[in-house]
């Protein structure tokens, strides 16, 4: 992914929003944001020639160097392209380019309701590790989110 993919990546991130089981966030931030936010790799795009249908990528947990080997994953898909096998591909391909990057451990944070993500997450190794209840407010209706995480066996020195 780079910035020129950003206006397509925004409005498949717009689209997330919209629906209303993807984010708390309530609209994109701007490319800059966004770019500061992320680790630099592995960032991904899923493309049918010139158009983007996926994207995935990782935000560190915390600035403490003790935490440099655990990221948070972000993926979506557009609507128009969900259940042909993107996500998976996403996945698949952001745990192999992770696991190259040293993180041992990648995690994520899912709205209950989000049932075809934990579905994903569990097929490709993850595990549920809790779940937060009523976490924040959106639009005015408490919320819950179920905590998942991947640990690698290449990378790092995790915890079995």
Request: hydrophobic share 40%; net charge neutral; aromatic share 8%.
């Amino acid at each position: 992914m780079t910035a020129t993919d950003w206006e397509q990546v925004r409005a498949i991130y717009l689209e997330g929003v919209r629906e209303g089981n993807s984010t708390f966030e309530t609209e994109a931030p701007s490319w800059e944001a966004w770019d500061e936010a992320h680790h630099r790799s592995p960032r991904l795009v899923m493309r049918d020639g010139d158009r983007v249908l996926g994207w995935a990528a990782l935000s560190p947990i915390s600035k403490r160097r003790v935490y440099n080997g655990v990221a948070e994953l972000t993926i979506y898909v557009t609507e128009s392209a969900r259940g042909k096998g993107i996500g998976r591909a996403l996945l698949e391909a952001l745990i192999d380019k992770s696991e190259q990057a040293g993180i041992w451990t990648l995690q994520a944070s899912i709205f209950p309701e989000n049932i075809a993500s934990i579905r994903l997450q569990e097929a490709c190794g993850f595990r549920i590790v809790g779940r937060r209840e009523r976490i924040a407010q959106m639009d005015e209706v408490w919320r819950d989110t179920i905590l998942t995480e991947r640990r690698s066996s290449k990378a790092g020195s995790p915890v079995a």
